[in-house]
């Protein structure tokens, strides 16, 4: 089975940039997640689709960032602009329903944003 | 609000020890418990999840439990070896999202 899907896996920009990131999960898997990981800490949920809808974008700057899932199986996370703070790993996880006590989640390789 | 802590940050042991990392939750109201393994420039690997009715689960050398009342779960690590080096990360579910909340992670360095 394959696993959760991200790229690029490095990303380097200029602040004020913008930048996306894409995300294939696992085939089946109904709930997709978006998470940044700020070196050092552990990682914080910016936003959870179930199918194509949004079930938790609640830490979402939606000044800046924005995702999508359009037709319920890959996502795309962008930033506009982008800011120093933003330098992080972003990781997208997905599980097979997301539903409380049935969320086991897998993540992905992570993207590396470094933003000078 | 749910908040996350593990302890210690960082733990250095020889090959061969056995060894326990913690990790607490403030609210006890919790779905399933989840602890991940992070290797460096890597994404996150599912150890074990503890579902709350549960009060452990194992997994070869792992053994993870789940204290719901006293907010509190373990992952033990029998007879360490250098490949366990790692950051292991614990996640509660406390909503019926299925969000997870974090602790912050505790790196491990196993010494040959």
């Known amino acids: 089975e394959a696993g959760v899907a991200q790229s690029p896996r490095y990303k380097i920009i200029e602040k004020r940039q913008s930048v996306a990131f894409w995300c294939n999960p696992i085939s089946g898997h109904a709930t997709l997640y978006w998470y940044q990981q700020i070196l050092g800490q552990g990682p914080k949920l910016l936003i959870q689709?179930?199918?194509?809808?949004?079930?938790?974008d609640s830490q979402l700057p939606k000044d800046r960032f924005s995702a999508e899932r359009l037709k319920g199986v890959d996502s795309t996370l962008k930033i506009q602009p982008a800011k120093l703070e933003d330098s992080a790993v972003y990781l997208c996880?997905?599980?097979?329903?997301?539903?409380?006590?049935?969320?086991?989640?897998?993540f992905g390789p992570g993207t590396r944003l470094t933003v000078l | 609000k749910q908040e996350v802590t593990q302890i210690p940050a960082a733990l250095s042991v020889p090959e061969g020890e056995n060894l326990v990392l913690n990790c607490s939750f403030t609210?006890?109201?919790?779905?399933?418990l989840q602890w991940f393994r992070q290797d460096p420039g890597k994404g996150l690997t599912s150890l074990l999840l503890i579902q709350s009715s549960q009060r452990e689960q194992t997994s070869g050398r792992l053994n993870a439990s789940l204290d719901k009342s006293s907010g509190r779960s373990t992952l033990y690590i029998a007879a360490s070896q250098p490949g366990d080096s790692a950051t292991y990360l614990c996640a509660v579910s406390s909503s019926n999202t299925g969000k997870l909340i974090f602790g912050q992670g505790t790196t491990l360095q196993v010494k040959p």
């Open positions: 609210d006890s109201a919790i779905y399933n």
């Open positions: 689709f179930q199918n194509n809808g949004v079930v938790d």
């Open positions: 996880a997905s599980s097979l329903r997301g539903l409380a006590g049935n969320n086991e989640q897998f």
